[in-house]
C-alpha cells in the first residue's frame, strides 16, 4: 500500500481523533451550490420555459442536479465522518473510507516516527482545528497529513509524548542487552 505500514487489528487505541466540523463547510457548500443550480433550472422550467417539451426537460434536469448534489453531499458526510487518526502499541495510524474497495488503515510505526507536528494559522486557532502532519524517517511519501483535525494540538502533543516514551524504553533494552 505505497510504503505505508499496517496495524495489528489486536492492539487497542490509546486516544482517537476525529475530524472538526470545518470538513463538512466545504461539502455544504458545494450542495448549497448546486441546489441553488437545481432551483434555478426548476424555476425557469415552471416559469419561462418555451414549450411543453422543454418544462418537462428543465423538471428533470432540476430534479436530477439535486439527486446527484444529495448523493454527493452523502457520500462526503459520511467519508468525512469515517476519518479517524488513532495511536496504538505500534504506531500511529489513519482510517478512513466507506465505500470496501477504498476503505482502510495507513499509518507509521513508532520506530520510523520522525516527529509530529501540527500547523497554525488564524482561523485554526479560532475553531481550534489543525492540520497534522506525522512525519516518517525515511520517507516522505509515507508520511500522514490530515487537515481540519479537531484537537490536532492535542494529538501532536500526545503522539510526541508516547513516542519519547517508547524511545526511552526501546534505548534501555538496548542498554541492558549490552551489558
Known amino acids: 500500500m505505497e510504503g505505508y505500514e499496517q496495524p495489528t487489528r489486536s ?14 463547510v466545504r461539502a455544504t457548500a458545494s450542495f448549497l451550490v448546486l441546489a441553488a443550480v437545481s432551483a434555478g433550472i426548476g424555476w425557469w422550467a415552471l416559469n419561462k420555459a418555451p414549450t411543453q417539451q422543454a418544462h418537462q426537460v428543465g423538471i428533470a434536469a432540476a ?9 454527493m453531499f452523502g457520500y462526503k458526510a459520511l467519508y468525512l465522518k469515517s476519518v479517524s487518526l488513532y495511536t496504538d502499541d505500534v504506531g500511529v495510524w489513519i482510517y478512513r473510507g466507506i465505500l470496501p474497495w477504498r476503505r482502510g488503515y495507513r499509518g507509521v510505526k513508532w520506530r520510523d516516527i520522525e516527529d509530529a507536528q501540527y500547523f497554525t494559522g488564524f482561523f485554526s486557532w479560532i475553531f481550534r482545528s489543525y492540520t497534522v502532519r506525522i512525519g516518517h524517517r525515511f520517507t516522505k511519501t509515507s508520511e500522514i497529513l490530515v487537515t481540519h483535525v479537531a484537537r490536532g494540538n492535542k494529538a501532536v502533543e500526545h503522539i510526541n509524548h508516547l513516542h519519547q516514551i517508547i524511545l526511552k524504553a526501546e534505548q534501555a533494552v538496548d542498554i541492558s542487552a549490552e551489558v
Open 11 to 24: 492492539a487497542a487505541p490509546h486516544e482517537v481523533y476525529r475530524l472538526s466540523w470545518l470538513t463538512y
Open 63 to 71: 430534479v436530477v442536479v439535486l439527486l446527484i448534489a444529495l448523493a
